[in-house]
């Protein structure tokens, strides 16, 4: 059994834990807090550990899905986090371009920890939405030679298809 350590990171609220959720076969050991608003109103619900999940791919291959705060405070995290992994998922709100910096960072910050393959998934993006996959690469200044893959984090089939595209991009990397 092939065991693939991937993390799945991108700026706060990008849909990281709903992602993993959609695909896990297992119970999503998550790490979500309530966090508060500046005037101390309820906000919502962060990471601030990690999220952990599990599918199996093929007979022989199991992808580990670990995922980050979203935060750069939590960056301690990320960095235990990012150890072993063999590739990684930058999940980006599309509907969010006040995130796009954050995402830009993350990226340099997981590509300075390991040089393994990447793929950024553009959450809330139908497949037929070239205009705004367009305006996320240039927003985020992705080469080309990075794949840009729309998503909807809520569905299994979409987040299968964002996993299957970076585990294509590990295996070209070994081979």
């Keep these: 059994m092939q065991s693939v350590k991937v993390v799945v990171t991108g700026p706060f609220n990008a849909g990281k834990t709903t992602f993993i959720k959609a695909v896990s076969e297992i ?93 950024v998934a553009a959450n809330k993006v139908p497949p037929t939405d070239v205009r705004t996959l367009r305006s996320v690469r240039a927003s985020i200044g992705l080469s080309d030679d990075t794949p840009l893959l729309p998503v909807d984090a809520r569905d299994k089939e979409s987040v299968k298809a964002v996993l299957l595209g970076l585990l294509y991009r590990i295996l070209d990397s070994m081979g």
């Design 27 to 119: 119970t999503v050991l998550s790490t979500e807090r309530q966090v508060s608003d500046a005037s101390g109103e309820g906000s919502g619900e962060t990471t601030v550990a990690m999220d952990f999940g599990r599918i199996t791919i093929a007979d022989d291959v199991v992808l580990y899905l670990f995922g980050t705060p979203g935060q750069e405070r939590f960056s301690f995290m990320w960095e235990t986090l990012s150890e072993g992994m063999l590739g990684f998922v930058l999940l980006v709100d599309a509907e969010d371009p006040e995130s796009f910096e954050d995402a830009k960072s993350m990226i340099e910050f997981f590509r300075n920890m390991s040089d393994v393959p990447f793929v």
